[in-house]
């Protein structure tokens, strides 16, 4: 078996190794960027332990690599949101539903325009659903669970959600009125970038057991959505990184972008308050999302049934215990770009689940092939308990801009029987398959490892970004 191990040649000042989990390969394109130096980099900061980690979709990102994975001790660490990212909890959530691909048949274009028209979607763009200032509050505090108390949705939509949709300790008083005006109007939308909401059906099945728990079965179609907290989370991320570079500045760090403040410290406690509101905004988002889809497909299927499988959580820091070198200790994981990977026995995830381990939701690009895949505890000796959030990116959204054209990239799709919705030809190019690595590789990397195992691949067949 290949050894998917690199490790980092240590420079001074680093605390701990570093190292990359990729197929050779793909560590051979990972060095032509930043990304190994910013390993090294998070490898610096004060109160890390075990190793700082890339996974096999990294690539440069903000500080920290995308793809990134690091833990820092609770009482002698730092928290950096360079490390978390700016669009916080930006993560998956997959839906299954009663459909196969033969209902769909003949309805796909139909469909896909009034899907595509009834979720918002694009940079700023705002939502129908409007909820005062006093109710963003709750939102913030409760998550997706206050939008289910309201009418909008059943207690399954959040009890299969990470953290059951709320991150506990959040606190309204500590996002800025700045982000609260920028995230009121944007509940239930997918806004741009790499964010979606792509139809799929089930093409193959790896573990029939595991598929069976998931509730998944060859046909089926099933839908993810990949969207974050939007205008509200980037603006916490803003104001902390600011207020960490003021309060302990950033001459001592081996990049500017690692502003932190210690785990523990006030100002430390306070980002991961807001922070975990933040989160709650995006659980809340997708759970509109989940409603508007409920909504529309009621007119296009008789008696759809449209059920949470399970959602996770990208960019996010999280208080956990590991054990590190023989010892039980608390710390603080910052996952950037990466997810969660539990494997069975786990109290945080579903009990139906527990003997599978969680699913792990592996998005692929608009034109390839997406994946559910297994938590296994073998993740929790060597990443942190942690696994990839996608294919990841190999080529800049500028450059592929230059030398790709989104018509162009719609047309060969749809020769594929995918159709592509998008208000915008530019964010279609900068998103085209060829421009992240491949996901095929990707998961056999993970999956050769034993941090998440192959359930089933999804090929899309509409797909609508923003």
């Known amino acids: 078996?290949?050894?998917?191990?690199?490790?980092?040649?240590?420079?001074?000042?680093?605390?701990?190794?570093?190292?990359?989990?990729?197929?050779?390969?793909?560590?051979?394109?990972?060095?032509?960027?930043?990304?190994?130096?910013?390993?090294?980099?998070?490898?610096?900061?004060?109160?890390?332990?075990?190793?700082?980690?890339?996974?096999?979709?990294?690539?440069?990102?903000?500080?920290?690599?995308?793809?990134?994975?690091?833990?820092?001790?609770?009482?002698?660490?730092?928290?950096?949101?360079?490390?978390?990212?700016?669009?916080?909890?930006?993560?998956?959530?997959?839906?299954?539903?009663?459909?196969?691909?033969?209902?769909?048949?003949?309805?796909?274009?139909?469909?896909?325009?009034?899907?595509?028209?009834?979720?918002?979607?694009?940079?700023?763009?705002?939502?129908?659903?409007?909820?005062?200032?006093?109710?963003?509050?709750?939102?913030?505090?409760?998550?997706?669970?206050?939008?289910?108390?309201?009418?909008?949705?059943?207690?399954?939509?959040?009890?299969?959600?990470?953290?059951?949709?709320?991150?506990?300790?959040?606190?309204?008083?500590?996002?800025?009125?700045?982000?609260?005006?920028?995230?009121?109007?944007?509940?239930?939308?997918?806004?741009?970038?790499?964010?979606?909401?792509?139809?799929?059906?089930?093409?193959?099945?790896f573990d029939l057991k595991a598929a069976e728990v998931y509730g998944l079965k060859k046909n089926q179609v099933v839908i993810l959505i990949h969207c974050g907290s939007r205008g509200l989370g980037h603006q916490v991320a803003s104001d902390y990184i600011k207020k960490m570079e003021d309060e302990y500045g950033t001459d001592k760090l081996p990049d500017r972008e690692l502003a932190a403040a210690p785990v523990n410290s006030k100002l430390g406690k306070e980002y991961l308050s807001a922070m975990a509101a933040a989160a709650n905004f995006s659980f809340a988002n997708k759970q509109v999302l989940i409603y508007f889809i409920r909504e529309e497909m009621k007119k296009h299927f008789p008696n759809p049934e449209i059920e949470v499988v399970y959602e996770v959580c990208h960019n996010i820091a999280k208080i956990e215990e590991y054990e590190i070198r023989g010892k039980k200790m608390k710390v603080c994981v910052h996952r950037k770009g990466a997810t969660r990977s539990y494997g069975p026995g786990r109290k945080e995830i579903p009990l139906p689940y527990r003997t599978i381990g969680q699913p792990v939701i592996i998005p692929g690009s608009m034109g390839t092939a997406s994946y559910i895949m297994s938590g296994q505890k073998r993740s929790e000796k060597i990443t942190f308990g942690s696994s990839v959030h996608g294919a990841g990116r190999k080529m800049s959204r500028s450059s592929a801009v230059k030398m790709i054209k989104g018509e162009s990239t719609k047309k060969r799709l749809l020769k594929e029987n995918i159709i592509v919705e998008s208000g915008s030809a530019r964010l279609v190019a900068e998103e085209s398959p060829e421009v992240y690595k491949d996901i095929d590789s990707v998961v056999e990397t993970i999956h050769n490892l034993g941090i998440s195992k192959k359930v089933a691949r999804l090929k899309p067949f509409i797909v609508i970004i923003g």
């Open 1 to 205: 078996m290949e050894n998917y191990r690199h490790e980092i040649e240590r420079e001074e000042g680093m605390l701990v190794p570093g190292v990359v989990y990729a197929s050779s390969e793909d560590f051979e394109a990972i060095k032509k960027d930043k990304t190994i130096e910013q390993v090294r980099n998070v490898a610096k900061l004060p109160g890390i332990v075990g190793e700082s980690i890339a996974l096999p979709d990294c690539h440069r990102g903000y500080g920290f690599p995308i793809g990134g994975v690091a833990a820092f001790d609770v009482n002698k660490g730092v928290i950096s949101p360079g490390g978390v990212g700016y669009d916080l909890n930006c993560g998956v959530l997959l839906l299954r539903t009663n459909l196969s691909i033969k209902d769909f048949k003949g309805k796909e274009k139909a469909f896909a325009e009034a899907m595509n028209k009834k979720i918002p979607s694009g940079v700023g763009r705002g939502s129908p659903f409007q909820v005062t200032y006093k109710e963003l509050d709750e939102i913030l505090k409760k998550g997706a669970k206050y939008l289910v108390e309201k009418g909008y949705g059943v207690p399954e939509d959040y009890l299969y959600c990470e953290e059951e949709g709320c991150i506990p300790g959040a606190d309204p008083s500590l996002v800025s009125e700045k982000a609260k005006k920028r995230g009121i109007g944007q509940l239930g939308t997918i806004g741009a970038g790499n964010h979606f909401l792509d139809f799929l059906s089930v093409d193959k099945i």
